[in-house]
């Protein structure tokens, strides 16, 4: 795949190209000298615009699939086709719905509804993708404000947290019954990872800082570990030895060593990390912040600052005051994120109501997507509706 700046860049020298043999042209002395160069100059174009369109095609079959996006203020979720931004399909949920979950084939997604102040959510909405439309809820009974998830890979099983319980849920998603219930012993446990083998589970607690680790085997609580004021934003890297945390309260990360449970170190991000992400080959580490609106875009493996990338859609002249984070002034505050392949990433700013694509090779932004009213989750199916 060729970036559009590389794009750009060849149709200019492909004009410079031509301009430069057509006048070359005038000095030969011969016709047919003037016709080779002629000819030459007419296959170095076409080749040239052949392999814009194969690299413009290329582009849009990696594109494939489709952004499902959590709108909290609209109770709906809006199925997005990922090539072209445009919305699909809006679907309904239950009550503020946070996060979205998608099943490892990609058929499935999944939405925990929180609930609102004083009046908390206690169900999830189950959606098949191809055919965009819910497939079932599944009541989660006393376990109000579920929050966090993260499917199993090659099960049919996921986690999720459940604020109101302190809890972390195993469900099997075909009957919808609760198979445990661990006991966070922490308030506030909001979001979930887990290691590609599903043996460890990780939960952090906004209220407490510490990372509740689970033996999901045997359902033992292991170990908390202090990652930081504010412990939110979670991830494994994928070749599952690494735990990284965004701590929202203390502008930090907090990277630990899996097998022994460990700080390995503590990077520096500001301001409010309250996401983050891997990208899939494990290079990129991708963090959303909320107050100062920007993305931050760390290597993983020498865990390093490399890029901070100012996200750019209109934020709303008049504050309102019934948003969330709308002390954040000036801010499109980011949130969810999610990055499908190594090239992209997707990012939900709550406050603008929009979608913000960056290209990861060139770290810029390419394109801001419609959504709904405050979106907040975001995830990603390699499926689309009707196929």
Same mark, same amino acid.
């Given at each position: 795949?060729?970036?559009?700046?590389?794009?750009?860049?060849?149709?200019?020298?492909?004009?410079?190209?031509?301009?430069?043999?057509?006048?070359?042209v005038?000095?030969?002395k011969?016709?047919?000298?003037?016709?080779?160069?002629?000819?030459?100059?007419?296959?170095?174009?076409?080749?040239?615009?052949?392999?814009?369109i194969?690299?413009?095609?290329?582009?849009?079959?990696?594109?494939?699939?489709?952004?499902?996006?959590?709108?909290?203020?609209?109770?709906?979720?809006?199925?997005?086709?990922?090539?072209?931004?445009?919305?699909?399909?809006?679907?309904?949920?239950?009550?503020?719905?946070?996060?979205?979950?998608?099943?490892?084939?990609?058929?499935?997604?999944?939405?925990?509804?929180?609930?609102?102040?004083?009046?908390?959510?206690?169900?999830?909405?189950?959606?098949?993708?191809?055919?965009a439309?819910?497939?079932?809820?599944?009541?989660?009974?006393?376990?109000?404000?579920?929050?966090?998830?993260?499917?199993?890979?090659?099960?049919?099983?996921?986690?999720?947290?459940?604020?109101?319980?302190?809890?972390?849920?195993?469900?099997?998603?075909?009957?919808?019954?609760?198979?445990?219930?661990?006991?966070?012993q922490?308030?506030?446990s909001?979001?979930?990872?887990?290691? #590609? /083998?599903?043996? +460890?589970?990780? &939960?952090?607690?906004? *209220?407490?800082?510490? $990372? =509740? %680790?689970?033996? !999901?085997? @045997?359902?033992e609580?292991?170990?908390?570990?202090?990652?930081?004021?504010?412990?939110e934003?979670?991830?494994?890297?994928?070749?599952?030895?690494?735990?990284?945390?965004?701590?929202?309260?203390?502008?930090?990360?907090?990277?630990?060593?899996?097998?022994?449970l460990?700080?390995?170190?503590?990077?520096?991000?500001?301001?409010f990390?309250?996401?983050?992400?891997?990208?899939?080959?494990?290079e990129?580490?991708?963090?959303?912040?909320?107050?100062?609106?920007?993305?931050?875009?760390?290597?993983?493996?020498?865990?390093?600052?490399i890029?901070?990338?100012?996200?750019?859609?209109?934020?709303?002249?008049?504050a309102?005051?019934?948003?969330?984070?709308?002390?954040?002034?000036?801010?499109s505050?980011?949130?969810?994120?999610?990055? #499908? /392949?190594?090239? +992209?990433?997707? &990012?939900?700013?709550? *406050?603008s109501?929009? $979608? =913000? %694509?960056?290209? !990861?090779? @060139?770290?810029?932004?390419?394109?801001?997507?419609?959504a709904?009213?405050?979106?907040?989750?975001?995830?990603?199916?390699?499926?689309?509706?009707?196929?």
């Amino acid at each position: 795949m060729i970036p559009a700046s590389a794009q750009n860049s060849m149709f200019f020298f492909c004009q410079w190209l031509m301009r430069g043999l057509l006048n070359l042209v005038n000095f030969l002395k011969t016709d047919d000298m003037k016709k080779f160069f002629f000819l030459t100059a007419a296959m170095v174009a076409a080749l040239i615009f052949t392999s814009l369109i194969i690299s413009q095609r290329d582009e849009e079959a990696n594109k494939k699939g489709t952004l499902v996006v959590a709108n909290k203020s609209g109770d709906d979720i809006s199925l997005i086709d990922r090539a072209t931004g445009k919305t699909i399909k809006m679907l309904p949920t239950g009550l503020q719905p946070h996060e979205i979950e998608i099943s490892p084939d990609g058929l499935y997604a999944v939405v925990s509804n929180y609930g609102e102040r004083g009046n908390p959510g206690n169900t999830l909405t189950v959606y098949n993708i191809v055919r965009a439309e819910v497939v079932k809820t599944i009541d989660l009974g006393d376990n109000t404000r579920p929050h966090g998830m993260f499917w199993l890979n090659g099960t049919g099983k996921m986690l999720v947290t459940t604020e109101g319980s302190n809890s972390l849920l195993l469900i099997d998603m075909d009957s919808g019954e609760i198979e445990k219930k661990m006991n966070t012993q922490q308030e506030v446990s909001h979001m979930v990872a887990a290691t #590609p /083998d599903a043996k +460890y589970a990780f &939960v952090p607690s906004i *209220r407490t800082g510490n $990372v =509740t %680790v689970f033996n !999901l085997e @045997t359902g033992e609580l292991l170990k908390q570990l202090y990652s930081g004021e504010g412990a939110e934003g979670v991830d494994v890297s994928p070749d599952g030895k690494e735990l990284w945390v965004t701590n929202r309260a203390e502008n930090t990360i907090a990277v630990f060593n899996i097998e022994s449970l460990e700080l390995i170190k503590k990077i520096e991000c500001a301001d409010f990390p309250i996401r983050g992400k891997f990208s899939p080959n494990g290079e990129y580490f991708v963090v959303s912040n909320a107050r100062s609106g920007d993305i931050a875009v760390f290597n993983a493996r020498e865990k390093k600052l490399i890029e901070k990338i100012k996200l750019t859609p209109p934020v709303p002249e008049d504050a309102d005051p019934e948003r969330f984070f709308s002390e954040f002034e000036e801010t499109s505050v980011p949130i969810g994120l999610v990055i #499908p /392949d190594n090239n +992209y990433v997707y &990012v939900a700013n709550t *406050r603008s109501d929009v $979608v =913000t %694509v960056i290209d !990861l090779n @060139t770290m810029e932004i390419t394109v801001h997507f419609d959504a709904g009213k405050e979106p907040d989750g975001i995830n990603f199916s390699p499926l689309k509706p009707g196929e």
